[in-house]
Nanobody, 125 residues
């Protein structure tokens, strides 16, 4: 079992920045692909960003490319999401997730077997 705990969410004005963290315990963090997803009220959970086990490959949704940066520290079992130039449409609950096999598409939420509880990000206009 892998446990994930997100933190760093909050309320920010448009144009501002936030840094989300996701601390993992259990399993072998350094071997897992990690992803960030988000879900706004009344909408499906959508892919935001993913990172390979080594950190050498990163992937982003078009809507956040150039504004968000995913990174990881395997020594600390933590993955991060730096969010800059935030927009009201970024408002959502943000979840981190573990893909232990990394065989399917990085953006497919069904490839991820463990999820955190989520952290709320609210961007005011």
């Amino acid at each position: 079992q892998v446990q994930l705990v997100e933190s760093g969410g909050g309320l920010v004005q448009a144009g501002g920045s936030l840094r989300l963290s996701c601390a993992a315990s259990g399993g072998t963090f350094g071997t897992y692909r990690m992803g960030w997803f988000r879900q706004a009220p009344g909408k499906e959970r959508e892919f935001v960003a993913a990172i390979s086990w080594s950190g050498g490959n990163t992937y982003y949704a078009d809507s956040v490319k150039g504004r968000f940066t995913i990174s990881r520290d395997n020594a600390k079992n933590t993955v991060y999401l730096q969010m800059n130039n935030l927009k009201p449409e970024d408002t959502a609950v943000y979840y981190c997730a573990v893909d232990r096999r990394a065989r399917g598409h990085y953006g497919d939420r069904y490839e991820y077997g463990f999820w955190g509880q989520g952290t709320q990000v609210t961007v005011s206009s």
